[in-house]
């Protein structure tokens, strides 16, 4: 595809921006540049939570002995936020990975290296099926057991649940594809093809959930476990399909071949990443931790959590389709040798994401209530759910800030800094404050859910003094 020019309108921007049309993002407007990667960069992030919300809608009606089922109290939902905390781990080790890969190829473009680009993005897909395979198997065998850990061996979840967390935790092979290889497409500045894979995931992962789960028409009644049939299925084949897009060279970068095995190559890919999944790692264990600490106040603190985090998710993933794009501009502006141009992209992508979640945060304080009864029927669950969302979206607009400021050092290859900043703020202050206020304090799930934007605000105060010292502009990838 061409490269088109820039004297048009917002909404002819907008369009050219979902039909996929290529722009260099290293000069003219950068007001447009990142309007041209975030628009579809933000529905990409809405359709990844989307995923999360479509099963826990219907879930959530397992709970309620909806269609006929026999409800389970709050125990099919609580599955599903312990599988989703074991998962968030392959989610750290994938995005880890998938923002080396980002960084890589946006560095690669940036130096018009079209074919080092393409290199990147095989050895990345490579090591992803390593990485799959050896991370799936045994997670597969031990799901009841580690489900077991996950709710203090509490009999009524590992029944209800241990078929969804076999099929997610041991194909995670797919969710590590799906990650990196939308990772090349942000990268090369393709963000469009990314969208079109997660649209395909979710459009038969929403069919095939009330199909699986309650057995309507020729299909078996599954239960939880047919969510995770669902889901597993509607991102198989959207793996596919980014096979075909990146084969045929859709975008900016074609892959030929597709996959590459050279364990030199992976090892420095592995070596670059490790930053970027320390950092993911040591939030989504901070998260693991702070699931433990709200399940020991029992099945409805925990359907409820599981329920407010995951809305929360819908309205915060849009705003890392932002950050998103930051890095993007960051990695292929530092390729092309402007540092000033990467830095302004940074300030412009902050403001906007902070305006957007300051109405995030404004609909969750003035409207919870009617927001989670769309997805809960018990009182217990509701008022859990109110609560984290109340709490947690307090601190969003200075998240927004955090967010986007990592992102910019990720994508310049600057991962030493984001992760000491994960580290100190998710580790050393995240999970004993909520520990403190949980327990010591007597504040029980609520001091668990102060925990976070308390930690997110200071976090992002530190995040725009390491931004302001520029670290990050000299960084070689």
């Known amino acids: ?56 809608w219907w879930v959530n009606r397992i ?67 390593v990485l799959g395979v050896a991370l799936g198997v045994p997670a597969f ?36 594809l799906l990650f990196l290889q939308n990772a090349i497409f942000r990268g090369a500045g393709d963000p469009i093809l990314a969208l079109k894979t997660l649209a395909l995931a979710n459009g038969i992962n929403l069919v095939l959930d009330p199909l699986l789960i309650f057995g309507w028409g020729p299909f078996p009644q599954l239960g939880v476990t047919g969510a995770g049939v669902a889901t597993c299925t509607g991102r198989a084949i959207a793996v596919i399909y980014q096979f075909h897009l990146l084969a045929r060279g859709n975008g900016r970068v074609r892959l030929s071949p597709l996959l590459r095995f050279d364990p030199r190559a992976m090892w420095t890919l592995v070596t670059l990443s490790v930053g970027t999944i320390g950092q993911f790692l040591i939030a989504t264990t901070s998260w693991l931790f702070l699931m433990r600490f709200v399940s020991s106040f029992g099945e409805a603190a925990t359907a409820g959590y599981t329920t407010g985090i995951r809305i929360l998710i819908f309205a915060l993933l ?15 502006n530092l390729g092309a040798r402007q540092p000033e141009r990467a830095e302004r992209a940074v300030w412009l992508t902050a403001s906007y994401d902070m305006a957007f979640l300051a109405v995030v945060t404004i609909a969750m304080e003035l409207w919870p209530r009617e927001i989670v009864q769309f997805f809960v029927s018990d009182p217990h669950v509701a008022d859990h759910a109110v609560d ?69 605000t200071a976090f992002a105060v530190a995040a725009f003094v390491m931004f302001r010292r520029g670290r990050w502009k000299t960084v070689q990838v």
């Open 318 to 332: 849009p705003a890392w389709g932002l950050s998103n794009a930051a890095a993007t501009l960051v990695g292929q």
């Open 63 to 129: 709970d309620d002995g909806w269609n006929g089922v026999e409800p389970t109290g709050g125990a099919a939902v609580a599955a599903i936020g312990a599988t989703e905390g074991m998962l968030s781990i392959v989610y750290a080790i994938a995005f880890g990975l998938g923002m080396a890969v980002t960084a890589t190829v946006a560095r690669r473009v940036g130096e018009k290296d079209l074919p080092g680009a393409a290199v990147a993005g095989s050895q990345a897909i490579g090591l992803g099926l």
């Open 1 to 56: 595809m061409s490269e088109r020019p820039i004297t048009r309108g917002f909404w002819q921007h907008v369009v050219g921006s979902l039909r996929g049309e290529h722009h260099d993002y290293t000069t003219g407007s950068l007001p447009i540049a990142i309007l041209l990667l975030a628009v579809p960069m933000v529905l990409e992030m809405a359709l990844e939570s989307t995923f999360a919300l479509v099963d826990i």
């Open 141 to 176: 065998v031990f799901a009841p057991e580690l489900l077991g850990l996950m709710t203090d061996h509490n009999a009524k979840v590992v029944a209800a649940g241990t078929g969804y967390a076999r099929w997610m935790l041991g194909g995670n092979v797919i969710v590590t």
């Open 388 to 456: 984290t969302l109340r709490i947690v979206a307090s601190g969003y607009v200075f998240y927004a800030w955090g967010m986007v400021a990592v992102q910019s050092f990720n994508g310049a290859g600057d991962t030493r800094t984001s992760t000491w900043l994960h580290f100190w703020f998710f580790w050393v202050l995240e999970l004993p404050l909520a520990a403190t206020l949980a327990f010591a304090c007597e504040l029980g799930p609520r001091g668990v859910f102060w925990s976070i934007p308390l930690s997110e």
